[in-house]
């Protein structure tokens, strides 16, 4: 069946340091691609997302970058901070919401 | 705004047992999502609603799972009987419909099956 790999699946990173999650999808009708950020006990929600029409997007610290041909896309977090901690997810979907398949995740620790 | 209600919020059970979770989504909201987050993972797509309709419920183990959302909003999630497999959070979350929307998630549900 169609899936979404997600590396790595552990990031440890100094509090101002950069930090990139890859994401890679296998769905060729998929279309629409959003990161969640899930803190614990509660349930993901959505800090960026991107179409296949563009090639990046930037909001803030966050940004994401999606290479159609390659199938893949990737989240850029820069000057990260200590509330940057948390599991992050990547999906993939498409038009509608259909077919939503994400990734297994990452823990990302910003060390202060 | 308010967001997606879910109901309860754990949920203690034995091997065999019937349980079933409640979603109420954000108001005006088409769309409705179970998914099941078994510990490590991501959450895995069960089944999605649009209005009152199934569009898709392909990885719903239906020998064990149904779900039905009556007149278009609340949502309920039943498992019979259920499996020490079956241990998991269940997320719902739901979306105004239509391209490319935003899927807003409720709390989950932490069901532990001894």
């Known amino acids: 069946g169609e899936n979404v790999e997600q590396h790595p699946s552990t990031l440890s990173v100094q509090e101002g340091d950069s930090a990139v999650i890859k994401c890679t999808y296998s769905?060729?009708?998929?279309?629409?691609f959003p990161w969640y950020k899930q803190e614990l006990g509660k349930g993901p929600q959505l800090i960026i997302d991107?179409?296949?029409?563009?090639g990046e997007k930037k909001d803030q610290r966050i940004a994401v970058t999606l290479n159609k041909t390659a199938k893949h896309f990737s989240l850029h977090i820069t000057e990260t901070q200590p509330e940057d901690s948390a599991v992050y997810f990547c999906a993939a979907a498409r038009t509608g919401g259909f077919k939503t398949i994400f990734g297994a995740g990452t823990r990302l620790f910003v060390k202060a | 705004e308010a967001g997606v209600a879910q109901s309860p919020r754990y949920k203690i059970i034995e091997k065999r047992q019937s349980v079933a979770f409640w979603c109420n989504p954000i108001s005006g909201h088409a769309t409705l999502y179970w998914y099941q987050q078994i510990l490590g993972q991501g959450p895995k797509l069960l089944i999605q609603?649009?209005?009152?309709?199934?569009?898709?419920d392909s990885q719903l183990p239906k020998d064990r799972f149904s779900a039905e959302r009556l007149k278009g909003v609340d949502s309920t999630l039943k498992i019979q009987p259920a499996k020490l497999e079956d241990s998991a959070v269940y997320l719902c979350?739901?979306?105004?419909?239509?391209?490319?929307?935003?899927?807003?998630f409720g709390p989950g549900t932490r069901l532990t099956v001894l």
């Open positions: 609603f649009q209005n009152n309709g199934v569009v898709d």
């Open positions: 991107i179409r296949s029409n563009v």
């Open positions: 769905d060729s009708a998929s279309n629409y």
């Open positions: 979350a739901s979306s105004l419909g239509g391209a490319y929307n935003e899927q807003f």
